[in-house]
Nanobody, 120 residues
Framework: QVQLVESGGGLVQAGGSLRLSCAAS????????MGWYRQAPGKQRELVAA???????NYADSVKGRFTISRDNAKNTAYLQMNSLKPEDTAVYYC??????????????WGQGTQVTVSS
């Protein structure tokens, strides 16, 4: 079974930076896509950024130019570099990964979430 472990959240002042990490473990044949989502209190979960195994990326309009997603395929790890943080970026950030397990069964897995709080 594939598991995702996130790290790197915390409290930062507006204008600051944080780097989130998401490491996938288990029997993995390949990861097709990794993404970061966030959910603020009272709001729906939304896509922040995603990266495919082709290294193509897409971002929410609200984070373009400030956030950068990357991945290390050898480590089955994705990163989200967040710069110029704003109070409205405050949310729980969740990692998602989609791919094939070692048995070639597809998986769609979520991490436990990490809190990001940006103070004004």
């Amino acid at each position: 079974q594939v598991q995702l472990v996130e790290s790197g959240g915390g409290l930062v002042q507006a204008g600051g930076s944080l780097r989130l990490s998401c490491a996938a473990s288990g029997s993995i044949f390949g990861i097709k896509r990794m993404g970061w989502y966030r959910q603020a209190p009272g709001k729906q979960r939304e896509l922040v950024a995603a990266i495919a195994n082709t290294d193509s990326t897409n971002y929410a309009d609200s984070v373009k130019g400030r956030f950068t997603i990357s991945r290390d395929n050898a480590k089955n790890t994705a990163y989200l570099q967040m710069n110029s943080l704003k109070p409205e970026d405050t949310a729980v950030y969740y990692c998602n990964a989609q791919g094939l397990e070692g048995t070639y069964s597809p998986f769609n897995c979520w991490g436990q979430g990490t809190q990001v709080t940006v103070s004004s």
